[in-house]
């Protein structure tokens, strides 16, 4: 993991640096005078050698220290910590969403192969799986925010409502301790359209592999030994086939935690939702070196975490496999 | 635990419709990503500064509407020594800061002061007349004494004075209060808090998600109509204009010009536009071939179809005007001259020497409105039998090219950076020399435009204190660069706002950020 922590780190730092833009120049804006971007280039040491600054980075990173974002000016481990709890919030929603609605449809699907709602299903997960974030982002807002009125709009609470204090920036959590019920309930309500619009995507992909390898399994002679028993019909699906098959559901729902808690950038712009993925889209576009390199950082480690907690799943649902 | 998930969300779905917009609070939907923070020695950007302009003020004011007129601001009155040099500011007596300290001389020397010592890049608006922090000196309490480098015009000064962001005066005592060994000018605790004694109080900052202001009741013009200011982050256009529709905001402040064009009848909005002292163009490397020849400059001025641009592509976000002074701002030229003639520009392209025209790399930011004005004057210069290659590329990339004269031709704008046309005379017609000594390394020295005679009226006009006659330098100096000059001006932009009806009192300046929130109420 040290490897590709330190690979992902590497490359991101020259790539950024080989853009043929100046950082400082973008972040002072066009009107900047030359002198002013002269002086700016030299305060953050950009006119040092590759070399150098890539060593000043390393020792930096070893002391635990990401370096200072360029657009915000702040310490970039400052910044994904404001900006990580939301995205976490978001993207739990929308993995309970995706994998209920995903594991759901998949095994009805299967269940019904051939049927009309196996059909429609499919449907259902294609057009989640090839329909833009942002259009079905905005196709929803449009439906039950401006039109209907049952939801609210983009946000996390109403535009007018100030936030309840910080402490944990999961606001789900600073509303409770807050005991602020109003900023509560509302966020709740803010959080289904942004949560559907991401656990769509996710419920697409994971219905389509629960659907192959439930059939897959269901063709298996146990299958039909549990049958000849005279189990129950449930009792067969959920415990004899489901179980198995669930192996390839757990690795594509390891990979949509990962593709979640980074962010989901376009969900997230749409939503005016203030996670991490809008700060690195926010960051890639200002060329902001540090910002970058440290997100690239964060996404590496976070899904490292997730393949192991994947692989560590698999020993528990398999007791054939065994690390060693 | 799936009972507590699943009960949360149908109790999120059950819940009836969310309250409206309190009639004491103004909330405004708007990008905020651009803010970096609020210490006023590095505000720069025209939204972080509209911001702080409701919570910072300075020595002097313009009237509002007229950026000709000054009016006072923390000083009631001002004077200027006979050899021009030495500006005397008279503290208004009785201005509270938020904190409730009194601002007298010593904030206001130490304001100017600390910006300087800060060194940040905006400085330069104020170093290139004040660069030593000795030329700003205390003569009373209640008295301060400015002196510049050269004598410079009325207007001149109060623009750079009237900066919001390094001219704005803190509250020394808090600032100092919050100062410690490594960060002598406190330029931590300022990022993010508030030391000024405008109408509202910055109560709460979080980055890219709410701005909260409060209104400040002893504010010495008398308290704001409205109690509470919320800026709420809402990158995307079309979701600012569904909350716009919902009434879940008063104010959308980033809509797009197709989106403000719904608004033009409907009931319960209203449109609020002002040219924007803001300049799009098209600039041709005075310094390169094909440009390097006048004749060549002046046929691609009369190929472009303006019309096109402005009404087509803009949709009437954006106003004619080919001189590079806006209108509305002192000295500003009314002169159109050009016009689509193509056959006036093949006889200029023919005199010049390219009968058959040539080939050239048209450069632009991907900017949707600036790619679909690269086309237009790509299918316009066709006609000249110019083989025009547009090429896109981020704005990082874009104006690194620029800055570093590498361009050939290129479309880019350019706005005003304080309320003088000393703003806008030295980027676009100050140029000496090409090279890296040159003093001023802006429009003109990146187009290669070397006109010294010109750069010296220049000059003499930031100088000149008879308004009149600094009026027809300006005007001399805008008709030289229309005819010779390394661009064509395209049009200057509208800034266009929507909002509720029951918005009153809102006035949008040309400068955005000198819009002021302090006599804006709402009737519901």
């Known amino acids: 993991m040290v490897l590709v922590v330190w690979g992902v780190v590497t490359i991101t730092f020259f790539v950024a640096r080989v853009i043929p833009a100046d950082p400082v120049a973008a972040i002072l804006g066009p009107q900047a005078p030359q002198e002013a971007i002269e002086r700016e280039r030299a305060r953050w040491g950009f006119d040092k050698p590759l070399y150098v600054q890539y060593a000043r980075y390393i020792s930096g990173l070893l002391h635990g220290d990401l370096g200072v974002s360029l657009r915000t000016r702040r310490p970039v481990l400052e910044d994904i910590k404001q900006f990580f709890p939301a995205t976490v919030e978001l993207g739990l929603a929308a993995l309970i969403i995706g994998v209920v609605l995903g594991i759901g449809v998949g095994v009805i699907s299967a269940v019904r192969n051939g049927s009309l709602v196996d059909h429609a299903s499919r449907v259902f997960a294609i057009v989640g799986l090839s329909m833009p974030a942002f259009w079905l982002g905005l196709l929803l807002l449009l439906i039950f925010y401006h039109t209907l009125g049952w939801l609210p709009g983009p946000g996390r609470l109403p535009y007018w409502y100030p936030l309840p204090p910080r402490i944990t920036g999961l606001l789900l959590i600073d509303s409770i301790i807050a005991k602020d019920w109003f900023a509560l309930k509302s966020f709740l309500q803010h959080l289904i359209l942004p949560a559907f619009t991401l656990g769509w995507l996710s419920t697409a992909s994971i219905a389509r592999i629960t659907r192959s390898s439930m059939l897959e399994v269901m063709h298996e002679e146990y299958i039909k030994t549990a049958r000849m028993k005279g189990l129950r019909e449930s009792v067969v699906i959920m415990k004899h086939a489901f179980r198995n098959a669930l192996l390839p559901i757990v690795t594509v729902v390891g990979i949509r935690i990962a593709y979640m808690l980074e962010g989901a950038v376009l969900t997230e712009t749409v939503f005016a939702w203030p996670g991490l993925?809008?700060?690195?889209?926010?960051?890639?576009?200002?060329?902001?070196?540090?910002?970058?390199?440290?997100?690239?950082?964060?996404?590496?480690l976070l899904y490292s975490f997730c393949n192991l907690a994947v692989d560590l799943l698999y020993a528990y649902l398999n007791p054939k496999i065994r690390y060693v | 635990m799936w009972r507590l998930v699943v009960g949360l969300v149908v109790l999120g779905l059950c819940l009836p419709a969310l309250g409206q917009i309190p009639k004491d609070t103004l909330v405004i939907g708007a990008r905020t990503g651009i803010i970096v923070d609020f210490d006023p020695a590095r505000i720069y950007e025209v939204f972080t500064a509209f911001v702080a302009e409701q919570f910072y003020e300075q020595l002097v004011d313009f009237e509002r509407g007229d950026f000709t007129k000054i009016e006072p601001g923390i000083a009631e009155s001002w004077e200027v020594s006979e050899d021009g040099l030495t500006w005397t500011f008279h503290i208004r007596k009785g201005v509270?800061?938020?904190?409730?300290?009194?601002?007298?001389?010593?904030?206001v020397v130490y304001s100017l002061r600390r910006s300087l010592a800060l060194n940040f890049h905006p400085i330069w608006i104020l170093a290139q007349y004040v660069p030593d922090p000795d030329m700003i000196q205390k003569i009373d309490d209640y008295t301060v004494a400015i002196t510049t480098t050269e004598p410079v015009?009325?207007?001149?000064?109060?623009?750079?004075?009237?900066?919001?962001?390094?001219?704005?005066?803190?509250?020394?005592?808090?600032?100092?209060?919050?100062?410690?060994?490594?960060?002598?000018?406190a330029?931590?605790?300022?990022?993010?808090?508030?030391?000024?004694?405008?109408?509202?109080?910055?109560?709460r900052w979080v980055r890219e998600e709410i701005i909260i202001?409060?209104?400040?009741?002893?504010?010495?013009?008398?308290?704001?109509?409205?109690?509470?200011?919320?800026i709420k982050d809402i990158p995307d256009p079309a979701a600012q204009k569904l909350a716009l529709d919902k009434g879940d905001i008063d104010i959308a402040w980033d809509l797009l010009p197709e989106q403000v064009d719904m608004y033009r009848d409907a009931a319960g909005f209203k449109v609020v536009e002002t040219p924007a002292w803001g300049i799009t163009y098209v600039a041709m490397n005075a310094g390169k071939p094909p440009f390097d020849n006048e004749l060549v400059r002046d046929a691609i001025r009369w190929a472009i179809d303006y019309d096109a641009i402005i009404y087509g592509i803009m949709k009437g976000a954006a106003i004619p005007g080919q001189t590079f002074i806006p209108k509305g701002m002192f000295g500003h030229l009314p002169e159109t001259p050009y016009h689509k003639d193509i056959e006036r520009a093949k006889k200029l392209l023919t005199a010049a020497g390219y009968p058959e025209g040539f080939e050239v790399e048209l450069l632009t930011t991907d900017r949707p409105d600036r790619v679909a004005i690269a086309t237009q004057i790509q299918a316009d210069l066709a006609e000249l039998g110019i083989k025009v290659n547009i090429r896109q590329m981020v704005g990082a990339q874009f104006y690194e090219l620029y800055r570093a004269q590498k361009h050939t031709f290129l479309v880019a704008g350019w706005g005003a950076d304080y309320a003088d046309p000393d703003a806008l005379a030295k980027p676009f017609a100050h140029c000496c020399t090409t090279g890296p000594e040159a003093k001023v390394r802006q429009l003109a020295w990146r187009n290669m435009y070397v006109d010294c005679d010109t750069s010296i009226l220049v000059e003499q006009a930031a100088r000149e204190l008879d308004a009149t006659k600094r009026e027809q330098m300006y005007f001399e100096i805008q008709r030289r660069v229309l005819d010779k000059g390394p661009y064509a001006i395209l049009y200057y932009p509208l800034r266009q706002i929507v909002m509720r009806d029951v918005v009153k009192g809102f006035h949008l300046a040309h400068m955005e950020y000198y819009t002021e929130l302090w006599e804006v109420s709402k009737t519901g």
């Open chain 1, 277 to 300: 993925g809008r700060y690195a889209t926010q960051s890639f576009l200002s060329i902001d070196f540090n910002a970058v390199v440290g997100v690239a950082l964060f996404m590496a």
């Open chain 2, 96 to 107: 509270k800061f938020h904190s409730g300290n009194e601002l007298t001389a010593d904030d």
């Open chain 2, 153 to 185: 015009a009325e207007l001149t000064i109060a623009s750079v004075l009237g900066f919001q962001g390094i001219c704005s005066i803190v509250d020394s005592e808090l600032v100092k209060a919050h100062a410690t060994p490594e960060d002598p000018w």
């Open chain 2, 187 to 203: 330029n931590e605790w300022l990022k993010e808090h508030d030391a000024g004694s405008g109408p509202f109080k910055l109560v």
């Open chain 2, 213 to 230: 202001l409060e209104r400040f009741d002893d504010y010495w013009e008398g308290p704001a109509s409205i109690k509470r200011i919320i």
